[in-house]
């Protein structure tokens, strides 16, 4: 119900960026997911009693963009960013094997072996998270996966910029592959 009650109040970007948070759980140190808070069919039935209340529109349009396994908000609007160009949409959660472990992308275009990786101040600044974004890098890279970082000023200060690059290497992906 706090989901729904958020709808009147936040945008439509931050409404299903909170539902993401809500049917995915926090990610645990140790790679686990804490239990999520709801499942999407929960937020779906909340929508459904409170149809014709207030936030009840706004709330159903980020139904249908809610997603499972998504890691954080900068995730989120980079995705809404990339489906709202008119971009098919990136698969969140998907599993790349590699050296007998599996590896997430943020995003994913598998059928291109293509990553897209959220990089916030963290990543920068954290140096064991700098080797450790280097590491995981070569890994993609190693069984072929192209890997595109994300910063922040891709979703909020120059976006189409982002976006000219997105289609120029998933063209040149498709070109590769085909």
Known sequence: MTWFL???????????????????????????????????NDLADVVRENAGKRGATGAAAALRRVRVGVDSAMETFTRILIVDAGFAEPVVGFEVPVDGR???????????RLAIEYEGEEHRVDPRRFRSDITRRELF???DWRVTRVTSDD??????????????IIDRRTSEIA
């Not at 945008?11 to 239990?35: E, N, Q």
């Not at 979703?155 to 120029?168: G, K, M, S, T």
């Open 102 to 112: 599996t590896l997430h992308p943020d995003l994913a275009y598998p059928e291109l």
């Open 141 to 143: 890279e190693g069984v």
């Open 6 to 40: 958020l709808a009147s109040e936040l945008s439509h970007r931050d409404l299903v960026a909170a539902g993401d948070f809500f049917v995915t759980g926090r990610r645990l140190p140790s790679g686990k997911r804490a239990a999520p808070l709801c499942t999407p």
């Open 155 to 168: 979703v909020f200060v120059d976006p189409q910029a982002f976006l000219r690059r997105l289609r120029r």
